[in-house]
């Protein structure tokens, strides 16, 4: 039996994790067919499995986000033009799900794996131990990767072309997501931050319905320079609001993959352990002590 609590919480989820996007695109007259596809949490079980599966921890925002709905899917329409079907554009925000996240071969493999900057923009470099997975696929054009350089670091989100070039999107699936909301899901808007640029059919959306966001003579170069300044960028004041990953749920790691990030990570936790041990020890030992002086 569904419950109107369970209804109201589930929806208040969608609008707080899309940030009422769905709200303010039906200000504009042209958009038809909004579709929000819910999906049922991931169990904790599952995403273990997953971890130990491929050796890797995912990183928090992106467990928790999984932990709460499994995937997302958000679409609408654009029609430039009245009773015709076939001038429809369509605009989508989308993470794949669980088992959709699924790790690539095929790029080049460096010995000196890693991310430099080069001619104002990131240059990044896998070796044999770097790990790519797909987060979302941009059809002919690309895909939306989470790329672990390897066990030591924390993974990042790139857009990865059908040349199989990388450019940098974002430090965390947080932000990615955010960035995905206040591109009002406009296809292809991750090719911003390449060389390559984005289509002609984005760009037309991008000028009908948010001309302030990509301005059509703005060169990639300024755009990336925005986005790792986003205080100082021209948001929409509409989408400003930052994600409340609150509304995640939250699990505590019980089991985890036995690679060497693991260990990294858990030295702090462990020296920690260690003086708590010493102090009893020592607290033991004086209580000893007053005990044979009586």
Not at 74 to 86: M, Q, T, V
Not at 108 to 134: C, D, H, Q
């Amino acid at each position: 039996m569904d419950f109107v609590v369970d209804r109201v919480s589930e929806d208040s989820f969608y609008e707080n994790l899309l940030l009422g996007l769905p709200k303010i695109l039906e200000e504009f007259p042209c958009i038809t067919e909004p579709y929000l596809n819910r999906a049922l949490p991931v169990q904790h079980n599952i995403i273990c499995t997953w971890e130990q599966k491929y050796s890797v921890l995912l990183p928090e925002d992106l467990r928790s986000f999984y932990g709460s709905t499994d995937g997302l899917l958000f679409s609408y329409k654009y029609n430039l033009a009245d009773d015709c079907d076939g001038q429809a554009l369509k605009g989508k925000i989308e993470v794949n799900s669980l088992n959709d996240l699924v790790q690539i071969n095929g790029y080049e493999i460096s010995t000196s794996p890693g991310v430099n900057m080069e001619t104002e923009r990131y240059v990044l470099k896998l070796g044999a131990e770097s790990k790519v997975f797909v987060l979302e696929n941009l059809e002919n054009l690309g895909k939306v990767v989470l790329v672990y350089i390897n066990s030591r670091y924390f993974p990042n989100i790139w857009v990865q072309t059908n040349k199989s070039e990388f450019y940098f999107l974002s430090d965390d699936f947080t932000t990615y997501l955010r960035m995905s909301i206040h591109h009002l899901g406009i296809p292809y808007w991750q090719f911003a931050y390449t060389e390559h640029g984005i289509p002609d059919s984005s760009k037309m959306l991008f000028r009908l319905m948010a001309p302030r966001i990509i301005p059509s003579e703005e060169k990639i170069e300024d755009a990336r320079r925005k986005q790792e300044n986003p205080r100082q960028e021209d948001f929409s004041e509409n989408i400003l609001n930052k994600i409340d990953v609150a509304i995640f749920r939250t699990y505590y790691r019980t089991s985890a993959p036995n690679t060497t990030s693991i260990i990294e990570q858990t030295n702090s936790a462990t020296m920690a352990k260690k003086k708590i041990n010493s102090k009893n020890r020592q607290l033991t030992t004086i209580i000893k002590k007053n005990q044979l002086k009586k």
